[in-house]
């Protein structure tokens, strides 16, 4: 594996730049070894300090798992689920990123994998649908945390049957930014019994709608829930974002 040699200035970038391009492209598979700080001062033309610089930032993007003194140098690493958690979550978070951005995205995270599920459900996945179900029904009876943890099942059940890990994992770290929501709109309400079952009629007729390979209505019932459950909380000005997604 031969890379080019880079312009000095912000230097590491551009070393960045290629060993990404090379793993991305497969030129660089998991497990394969970068060659040591020495060859890559030698092929890119830089200094060590420059060559650190850009295993540093490459490590801490988990493309690459770098130990000092490893005479056989850094291992490219796999793509992981979990970087990719930590990423979007970081970004979920950022200032710059507000409430009406939040609901949009898992508007169109969750109608998206509704259609999916609704078209490519197992009867394996049917039976954790009915069983989340089930066990919503029970936490309301039995208080918000049971009842929570079964609505998160139901969900993560959903996206699980998109057979698409990217929509797991994305719909998974923006529900849990937005989730705290929940438990204000719950711990507000005058009747948290007549929330409950709102929210349970509502799981039952996505749950209907995947049965029966209804993919264009179990996404429109995903979006306008999360509309009717949260756009309360976005300043009106900015609720247009969300409209059109009704």
Same mark, same amino acid.
């Given at each position: 594996?031969?890379?080019?040699?880079?312009?000095?200035?912000?230097?590491?970038?551009?070393?960045?730049?290629?060993?990404?391009?090379?793993?991305?492209?497969?030129?660089?598979?998991?497990?394969?070894?970068?060659?040591?700080?020495?060859?890559?001062?030698?092929?890119?033309?830089?200094?060590?300090?420059?060559?650190?610089?850009?295993?540093?930032?490459?490590?801490?993007?988990?493309?690459?798992?770098?130990?000092?003194? %490893?005479?056989? @140098?850094?291992?490219? *690493?796999?793509?992981?689920?979990?970087? +990719?958690?930590? !990423?979007? &979550?970081? $970004? /979920?978070?950022? %200032?710059?990123? @507000?409430?009406?951005? *939040?609901?949009?995205?898992?508007?169109? +995270?969750?109608? !998206?994998? &509704?259609? $999916? /599920?609704?078209?490519?459900?197992?009867?394996?996945?049917?039976?954790?649908?009915?069983?989340?179900?089930?066990?919503?029904?029970?936490?309301?009876?039995?208080?918000?945390?049971?009842?929570?943890?079964?609505?998160?099942?139901?969900?993560?059940?959903?996206?699980?049957?998109?057979?698409?890990?990217?929509?797991?994992?994305?719909?998974?770290?923006?529900?849990?930014?937005?989730?705290?929501?929940?438990?204000?709109?719950?711990?507000?309400?005058?009747?948290?019994?007549?929330?409950?079952?709102?929210?349970?009629?509502?799981?039952?007729?996505?749950?209907?709608?995947?049965?029966?390979?209804?993919?264009?209505?179990?996404?429109?019932?995903?979006?306008?829930?999360?509309?009717?459950?949260?756009?309360?909380?976005?300043?009106?000005?900015?609720?247009?974002?969300?409209?059109?997604?009704?």
């Amino acid at each position: 594996m031969k890379f080019e040699p880079v312009a000095p200035v912000r230097a590491y970038e551009r070393i960045v730049e290629q060993i990404e391009e090379a793993v991305v492209s497969g030129r660089l598979k998991p497990g394969e070894r970068l060659p040591g700080e020495r060859e890559l001062m030698t092929q890119f033309g830089v200094g060590r300090s420059t060559v650190r610089e850009a295993l540093r930032v490459l490590q801490a993007a988990e493309l690459i798992r770098s130990r000092p003194g %490893d005479p056989r @140098g850094p291992e490219v *690493l796999a793509a992981s689920p979990a970087a +990719l958690h930590r !990423s979007m &979550h970081r $970004l /979920a978070r950022a %200032d710059h990123v @507000g409430l009406a951005e *939040l609901l949009q995205f898992r508007m169109v +995270l969750d109608g !998206s994998a &509704h259609l $999916l /599920a609704a078209q490519l459900r197992t009867d394996d996945d049917l039976s954790a649908l009915d069983t989340a179900l089930a066990a919503m029904r029970a936490g309301a009876e039995e208080g918000f945390a049971q009842f929570s943890h079964a609505d998160v099942a139901f969900h993560e059940t959903i996206a699980r049957a998109s057979r698409n890990p990217l929509l797991v994992v994305s719909a998974e770290v923006v529900r849990g930014v937005v989730l705290e929501l929940i438990e204000d709109k719950l711990s507000h309400a005058r009747d948290r019994s007549a929330l409950m079952q709102s929210w349970l009629r509502h799981h039952a007729e996505v749950l209907e709608a995947v049965r029966a390979a209804d993919g264009e209505l179990a996404a429109r019932l995903a979006r306008r829930a999360l509309y009717d459950n949260y756009a309360e909380y976005v300043p009106e000005g900015q609720r247009a974002l969300l409209t059109p997604l009704l």
